[in-house]
């Protein structure tokens, strides 16, 4: 299955982004999503675990969440700040354990 | 506090073997707990890219799209990982990452990546 994130949102800060991760094919339950935070020219970082777990450390501005009707994984970022502009990107398994990695999301707050 | 370093030529010429080596500090690598281990690369400008993964029961998942070329392995004695992709193209310029993977004791499923490395830039280039 392939995982399809938006190229490119942005918002102001203070306010709250969406940015969502669609499942191909299966259902976006049957295997848990996680979100990674790459900053520009950093490795990436964990974010979200299982669906909506904040990894220690990671502000509570962040959260995570599932929407069986549409098949997809949010990550919401509320009050958004500027150190928030990074890349995004949503991963989850196969039934394999084969990883997949969404295409990413570039966040920009202006 | 569970650290990883990668390492290796920053340069490979096409059709030759690309080799890197992963350091991990603050974890011994040959412990049957705790995680698993996993390489990921992103070309420039694009997304990351999953490479393989390496479990304690020594199985290790490839990217079907890789896995007639790649091998993940690990050296206890120096407490690394290696990562070998062989004819390689430009299409394999990317800056490759390793990272621990944890999983779920019960079943043994991955979790989640969770420590990365830095990342070292690889090109290929004639």
């Known amino acids: 299955f392939m995982l399809t994130q938006p190229h490119s949102v942005s918002e102001s800060p203070g306010k709250t982004v969406t940015i969502s991760c669609t499942r191909s094919?299966?259902?976006?339950?049957?295997?848990?999503v996680q979100w990674y935070q790459q900053r520009p020219g950093s490795a990436p970082t964990t974010v979200i675990y299982?669906?909506?777990?904040?990894l220690s450390g990671v502000p509570g501005r962040f959260s995570g969440s599932i929407d069986r009707s549409s098949n997809s994984a949010s990550l919401i970022i509320s009050g958004l700040k500027t150190e928030d502009d990074a890349d995004y990107y949503c991963?989850?398994?196969?039934?394999?354990?084969?990883?997949?990695f969404g295409g990413g999301t570039k966040l920009t707050v202006l | 506090q569970v650290q990883l370093q990668e390492s290796g030529p920053g340069l490979v010429k096409p059709s030759e073997t690309l080799s890197l080596t992963c350091a991990v500090s603050?974890?011994?690598?040959?412990?049957?707990?705790?995680?698993?281990w996993g390489w990921i690369r992103q070309p420039p400008g694009k997304g990351l890219e999953w490479i393989g993964s390496?479990?304690?029961?020594?199985?290790?998942p490839y990217n079907p799209s890789l896995k007639s070329r790649v091998t993940i392995s690990m050296d206890t004695s120096r407490n690394q990982l290696s990562l070998t992709l062989n004819s390689v193209t430009a299409a394999d310029t990317a800056v490759y990452y390793c990272?621990?993977?944890?999983?779920?004791?019960?079943?043994?499923?991955?979790?989640?990546?969770?420590?990365w490395g830095q990342g070292t830039l690889v090109t290929v280039s004639s």
């Open positions: 990272a621990s993977l944890t999983y779920y004791d019960s079943s043994e499923f991955p979790k989640y990546f969770h420590h």
């Open positions: 094919s299966g259902s976006i339950v049957s295997t848990y």
């Open positions: 299982e669906n909506s777990l904040r």
């Open positions: 991963q989850s398994f196969d039934s394999n354990n084969l990883v997949v």
């Open positions: 603050g974890f011994s690598i040959s412990s049957v707990s705790g995680y698993y």
């Open positions: 390496l479990y304690h029961s020594g199985r290790t």
